[in-house]
C-alpha cells in the first residue's frame, strides 16, 4: 500500500509541475520569438538608412547594395521624405522602426517575409532611391 501511494504522489508532482512549466515554456519561447523580430527589424531600418546616408554623402551616380532579413507581421513600409519606416504587428499592437537620414530618400522595402538584396542609388537630383535588386 505505500508504495501505490509514493507513486501516486510522484504522479501528482510531476503533473503539478508540468501544469506549471508548460505555459512558463509557451511565454518564454513567445517573448524570445518577438524578441528575435524586434532585432531584425531594427537591423533592416538601420542598415538601409546608414548605407543611403553614407551614398547621399558621395553624391549622385554612387550605389550600393545591403542585404536586409525581414521577419512576418508587417503592416507596413515607407521610404519617402527622409525617413525608412517599418511598420509591424509584435506583443499584441503595432511598432514603428525608423531611421531618419540625411538626404532624401525614395523607393520600396518588401512587404513580405525574407532576405532580400536591396540596391541603393543616388539619382541626379540628389535622392537615394531603395528598392528590391
Request: avoid cysteine; aromatic fraction near 10%.
Amino acid at each position: 500500500m505505500k508504495r501505490g501511494q509514493a507513486a501516486f504522489e510522484y504522479m501528482i508532482l510531476i503533473g503539478v509541475l508540468l501544469a506549471v512549466l508548460i505555459p512558463l515554456f509557451n511565454y518564454v519561447s513567445y517573448y524570445s520569438a518577438q524578441n528575435v523580430k524586434v532585432e531584425k527589424l531594427e537591423d533592416a531600418v538601420q542598415t538601409l538608412g546608414k548605407t543611403a546616408d553614407s551614398l547621399y554623402s558621395l553624391g549622385p551616380g554612387n550605389k550600393d547594395y545591403a542585404w536586409i532579413s525581414l521577419p512576418g507581421g508587417l503592416r507596413n513600409t515607407s521610404v519617402s521624405g527622409q525617413e525608412v519606416l517599418i511598420v509591424a504587428y509584435l506583443f499584441g499592437g503595432n511598432s514603428d522602426f525608423h531611421y531618419n537620414t540625411k538626404g532624401p530618400v525614395n523607393g520600396t522595402i518588401p512587404n513580405e517575409r525574407g532576405t532580400f538584396k536591396m540596391k541603393l542609388e543616388v539619382l541626379d537630383n540628389g535622392t537615394v532611391q531603395i528598392e528590391k535588386s
